[in-house]
């Protein structure tokens, strides 16, 4: 069965492709797709760019042309919630769009007609993640994550989002990830590592612990992927 990897910038999936046995590039949409096999594993990697519609793009392409019968994300998040910090691992059980607002025809905040608020993640996956906590001895905290096309560095924004979606963490791909997945009926999963709590400071926290984070998240999903 082939695993879908997918981040959405460089720096998120290259410390996943050091570590493959073999590795073949294609080329497709504007984008490169590796296909690559770990320890007997069929997976195509691939980081989307950033955003909610380059990473929906990205993963549509990684399920329909690549034929990826599951799909895991990994990478980087700001923290909303006190107890997340820098270099710690959170996985989503659901994902919310904090951008999305059609408020002024009396819909919540996030939501769609035909869609819902929160899409939630696959249960086996992320049991296999609980698994692989306990056996490298760390801690793995779950929540809802926020996604939305902007790159949050305002303790105000981040406390209204934190508020309306009661989301621990917020990133930029997340949710429309969920969305393909959901509707094309393909397990997911979601984890990220904290690299700045999203607050005034989080531009120079993030390039700061952007490279060191999202390795801390690659790791996880490769011990991940020998379980699946
Ligand atoms: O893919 C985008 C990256 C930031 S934009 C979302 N990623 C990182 C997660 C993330 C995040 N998202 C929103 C980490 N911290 C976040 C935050 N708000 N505070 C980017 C970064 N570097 C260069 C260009 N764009």
Redesign the pocket.
């Known amino acids: 069965m082939k695993i879908a990897i997918i981040g ?2 460089r720096e998120e999936i290259d410390p996943l492709l050091s570590h493959m046995d073999s590795v073949e590039e294609i080329h497709y949409a504007n984008n490169v797709y590796y296909e690559a096999s770990y320890k007997g594993k069929e997976l195509v990697i691939a980081y989307s760019k ?2 909610k519609v380059f990473s929906a793009l990205t993963a549509t392409i990684l399920i329909e042309k690549f034929g990826c019968k599951t799909l895991l994300f990994s ?4 923290a909303i919630s006190g107890e997340l910090k820098i270099g710690d691992l959170i996985i989503a059980d659901g994902l919310c769009q904090h951008d999305l607002d059609i408020t002024a025809f009396g819909h919540p905040y996030g939501f769609v007609p035909e869609g819902e608020v929160c899409i939630p993640t696959d249960m086996c996956l992320r049991n296999i993640a609980h698994e692989v906590a306990k056996a490298k001895g760390i801690s793995l905290k779950e929540g809802i994550i926020a996604t939305g096309d ?4 305002s303790s105000e924004r981040k406390n209204w989002v934190g508020d309306t979606f009661k989301a621990a963490a ?4 997340g949710a429309s990830v969920a969305v393909v997945c959901d509707a094309l009926g393909i397990p997911f999963f979601i984890l ?1 590592a904290i ?2 709590t ?1 607050n005034d400071e ?1 531009g120079v926290d ?1 390039d700061i612990f ?1 490279e060191s984070s999202a390795k801390i998240s690659a790791e996880f999903i490769l011990d991940m992927v020998e379980r699946i």
């Not at 990478?75 to 700001?78: D, F, K, L, S, Y």
């Not at 902007?150 to 560095?153: D, I, K, R, T, Y």
């Open positions: 959405a910038m950033i955003g990478g980087v998040a700001g902007q790159f949050v560095a917020l990133e930029m791909e990220r690299s700045d999203a989080a993030f952007l």
